[in-house]
């Protein structure tokens, strides 16, 4: 059966564009970045919707939407992609910071995946291993050469604890986190999930992603996820039905 839904195209062609105008400049920033990183012999890993476009949305800038771009870099190559990034006229926010911006495009640079050096509990509740992401991740493309992408499971992971840390506030991220679990082996996602204690993290993602989306998800997977108690299963109603749930998210990463 076909319905006619006659719907107004025209709001949908506009945002894309606005998109991916957007995201084009950012692109080329990037790409202009990566020489400077061959140049000086550094790399970085591209986090969260950078990689996306390539690793879920198949190459299509317009797709996904991005404010800024998040790169993991290593601690010894800090100050130089610092110094890159001020040669290319970039300013920190503050002088500690490591969000630098130049007016029309900008770079949040990371050391660690979740944030510990800033917020030390986060430590003492996740164990991903700067070491093991780093010997997991793999080339994004050959044009964006020497960037790196973690692995499916380490990706799909962070995206996660971050999504949690904002209290899922966002429906894009569902959307990122429902097309890469189609790309995961979920036996290996549990593992990866219990060794770097986000286990229960990712029991909250895939709770949501099968009331918000219909994800399937083996039972397999569900057997090894740990129980949810009430409290939980009412923040997660709520995550689900879109009602705003302040800033619980980030008590919960904490």
């Known amino acids: ?82 110094e890159i990034l001020r040669k290319r006229g970039y300013r920190p926010s503050s002088p500690s910071s490591t969000f630098f911006d130049n007016g029309w495009a900008a770079f949040d640079l990371h050391t660690d995946l979740i944030g510990s050096s800033r917020i030390r509990r986060r430590a003492l509740a996740f164990r991903f291993t700067t070491e093991a992401l780093w010997k997991e991740a793999s080339p994004l493309v050959p044009r964006y050469l020497p960037l790196l992408v973690l692995s499916h499971p380490d990706q799909f992971l962070h995206l996660v604890v971050h999504a949690l840390k904002h ?45 918000l989306m219909g994800v399937k998800v083996s039972q397999e997977v569900l057997a090894r996820l740990p129980r949810l108690n009430w409290c939980e299963q009412r923040f997660l109603n709520a995550v689900a039905s879109r009602r705003p749930v302040g800033v619980l998210g980030e008590v919960m990463v904490a």
Request: with cysteine.
């Open 167 to 211: 209290s899922f506030s966002r429906l894009i991220w569902f959307a990122d986190l429902g097309m890469l679990f189609q790309l995961v082996k979920g036996e290996e996602l549990v593992h990866r999930a219990g060794a770097s204690g986000a286990l229960r993290p990712l029991a909250y993602a895939l709770f949501v992603l099968q009331r």
């Open 1 to 82: 059966r076909t319905y006619d839904l006659a719907l107004p195209l025209e709001p949908f062609t506009e945002a894309l564009h606005r998109v991916l105008a957007n995201n084009m400049a950012l692109l080329v920033e990037l790409s202009a970045l990566c020489e400077e990183f061959q140049r000086h012999g550094v790399q970085a890993i591209l986090l969260k919707g950078g990689a996306l476009i390539e690793t879920v949305y198949r190459g299509h800038p317009g797709l996904r939407p991005m404010c800024d771009l998040d790169l993991l870099v290593k601690d010894a190559d800090l100050s130089t992609i610092k």
